[in-house]
């Protein structure tokens, strides 16, 4: 059994390993927190990130504003908060999108093997020579970015890695007893692939999508720090700490440390949830 294999019928012990992983707890808490900060926290905590307030610009922490203001007048609070929706919105989006094109792409050419599958890989293989941030910025340099444009433009990038993954695994179950039977019962290609390959591989799908989150995040962050990020009035983290550096030598420390924080506790959030996932698929690290 590869290490990474989760058996058919064996739901209740992952979900028992995985229970028993403290890094898996620490993180799902640390997510649910953050997004409940960055969702919840702006219907309690009600601030305009639309509209420049000159005479608020540059105040420090106290009062009115836990977290003061930044040079547009905007609670850096407030900011926290509405910039973590952009980024965790793209950070699912592209994982969703990536997990199933990436593992239709894999398991199909694991699946078929032969002439097919060398092709394919070397479709694969062509995009990968390819510098993605490159690339990526090449794209947001040449339209306007949005949201949805660099929700698509990463998914087009992120897949490839999943695709091979999975192929990677299906290549090892397609020789297993339970595929044989399945093909000497009649069954189709794709019925074999969608209902008995992807389960089996779903240990690599779950921790490539979930470290897909984590990378989708810094990904927005680097474009937002090098001014290609979403335009204003949207807010995300890595904008935030693009403006802020500029005035961290002035002293106001309160625009780069709490969304530098932030955004290093949702990146490793996600990757102790990755970590854990792959332990807790990890036959090896099981209790007996």
Do not use: K
């Not at 003061?68 to 994982?95: C, I, N, P």
């Not at 050419?109 to 990968?128: E, K, Q, S």
């Not at 020579?129 to 947001?140: C, K």
């Not at 695994?169 to 390959?197: D, K, P, S, W, Y």
Request: glycine residues 12%; charged residues 10%.
């Amino acid at each position: 059994m590869s290490p990474l294999t989760v058996p058919r019928g064996s739901g209740r012990l992952l979900a028992a390993a995985f229970v028993r992983n403290r890094r898996a707890l620490v993180g799902l808490g640390m997510v649910a927190v953050i997004a409940a900060f960055c969702f919840v926290g702006p219907l309690l905590y009600r601030t305009d990130q639309s509209t420049v307030q000159l005479g608020l610009t540059d105040l420090a922490p106290g009062g009115g504003h836990p977290l003061g203001t930044d040079a547009s007048g905007y609670d850096v609070l407030g900011r926290l908060m509405t910039g973590g929706q952009s980024s965790l919105e793209l950070g699912f989006a592209v994982a969703l999108a990536t997990t199933v094109i990436g593992t239709l792409y894999g398991a199909v050419a694991g699946y078929a093997g032969g002439i097919v599958d060398a092709v394919m890989m070397r479709v694969i293989d062509t995009f990968l020579a390819v510098p993605g941030i490159v690339l990526l910025l090449i794209m947001v340099s040449l339209f306007t970015p949005s949201l949805w444009l660099i929700i698509v433009l990463l998914s087009l990038l992120s897949w490839l890695g999943a695709a091979r993954l999975v192929r990677g695994e299906v290549l090892n179950l397609r020789t297993r007893e339970f595929v044989q039977a399945a093909r000497m019962m009649g069954g189709a290609g794709g019925r074999i692939v969608v209902r008995h390959l992807v389960p089996n591989a779903v240990g690599v799908i779950i921790v490539s999508g979930t470290f897909t989150v984590a990378d989708s995040i810094l990904t927005l962050s680097a474009l937002s720090f090098l001014g290609l990020g979403l335009p204003p009035p949207h807010a995300d983290w890595g904008a935030m700490l693009s403006a802020g550096l500029s005035s961290l030598y002035d002293g106001y420390w309160w625009l780069v440390y709490p969304p530098a924080a932030i955004l290093i506790t949702t990146v490793v959030a996600f990757n102790l949830i990755g970590d854990a996932v792959h332990d807790a698929l990890d036959v090896r690290l099981q209790r007996p």
